[in-house]
């Protein structure tokens, strides 16, 4: 498929996707919208791809909604509204139920709606010369579902200082390790990319079965309480059980050797 505001790529058996409007600062209008709901789904069911980086061109990861289209298209955010009050939201990897590992990637500046990338990826890093700030109140616009995800990974009351201080501070990628926002600052900055399809490298080496059984007990888990969720999640670690990755893994191990996966598109029925 062609985008027009997106780009993917795909190196071994990683998928790329960009941000790809870096004049715009990697604001999100309404066509870029669209295209993330396709850009997923494609890199999701191809076979070749095990894990996928998400990452920004130029000098902004992204920057929320364009605040230029709304303000001059005579629409503005009532083309969202629908959506919006019926929670059918498509931009994101969580959105879009993607079942591969997912890194976010952050370079530059990283705002608003951005965060709505930095909240339901499964893994975040940024390069050191990274920022990260909230002007949704400074603009008239309420701070909510992005704010509501980053809470459930890190500290609630820097997540309200974002949200209502606004334009008027910025959070350094070294802050936002430490409050667990991010799990990596790659130093220097140009290392960014680099870091991020090592790290894509090292995690597309494990069981393609395992990780999506994976991913669905840990995201499971910050949809329930303890008990609901650990029972949810032994059902998954069971799913498991006679699958060929389980006898392949310990062969493997044993044999001191790489471990040959089941192809995802052949796995077994579960």
């Keep these: 498929m062609t985008y027009e505001h997106l780009r993917l790529e795909r190196h071994g058996p990683v998928g790329w996707l960009f941000n790809n409007r870096p004049e715009q600062l990697n604001a999100m209008n309404s066509g870029m919208r669209d295209e993330f709901a396709d850009a997923?789904?494609?890199?999701?069911?191809?076979?070749?791809?095990?894990?996928?980086?998400?990452?920004?061109?130029?000098?902004a990861f992204q920057t929320g909604v364009d605040v230029t289209e709304i303000a001059t298209d005579?629409?503005?955010?009532?083309?969202?509204?629908?959506?919006?009050?019926?929670f059918d939201l498509h931009f994101t990897a969580w959105h879009q139920h993607v079942t591969k590992?997912?890194?976010?990637?952050?370079?530059?500046?990283?705002?608003?709606?951005?965060?709505?990338?930095?909240?339901?990826?499964?893994i975040v890093i940024a390069?050191?010369?990274?920022?990260f700030f909230d002007p949704h109140v400074s603009i008239g616009q309420v701070v909510a579902i992005e704010a509501i995800g980053l809470i459930r990974k890190m500290p609630v009351e820097p997540v309200m200082r974002m949200a209502l201080v606004g334009r008027h501070?910025?959070?350094?990628?070294?802050?936002?390790?430490?409050?667990?926002?991010?799990?990596?600052?790659?130093?220097?900055?140009?290392?960014?990319?680099?870091?991020?399809?090592?790290?894509?490298?090292?995690?597309?080496?494990?069981?393609?079965?395992?990780?999506?059984?994976?991913?669905?007990?840990?995201?499971?888990?910050?949809e329930t309480g303890l008990t609901d969720a650990c029972r949810a999640g032994a059902a998954e670690l069971v799913s498991l059980w006679g699958h060929p990755d389980q006898d392949?893994?310990?062969?493997?191990?044993?044999?001191?050797?790489?471990?040959?996966?089941?192809?995802?598109?052949?796995?077994?029925?579960?």
């Design 127 to 131: 390069a050191s010369d990274a920022t």
């Design 40 to 59: 997923w789904l494609e890199l999701d069911a191809d076979p070749a791809v095990r894990v996928i980086v998400h990452t920004g061109e130029g000098r």
């Design 74 to 86: 005579g629409v503005g955010m009532q083309r969202y509204r629908r959506s919006v009050e019926d």
């Design 101 to 122: 590992p997912v890194i976010t990637a952050v370079n530059g500046i990283c705002c608003g709606g951005g965060f709505h990338w930095v909240a339901d990826a499964d």
């Design 248 to 270: 392949e893994g310990p062969r493997a191990f044993a044999e001191r050797r790489d471990a040959h996966w089941v192809d995802p598109t052949r796995a077994p029925e579960r």
């Design 169 to 222: 501070e910025r959070m350094s990628a070294a802050r936002a390790y430490e409050l667990g926002m991010i799990s990596q600052v790659v130093d220097p900055p140009e290392r960014l990319r680099d870091e991020a399809q090592l790290l894509a490298e090292a995690i597309a080496r494990n069981s393609p079965a395992a990780m999506a059984a994976t991913k669905r007990a840990l995201w499971g888990a910050l």
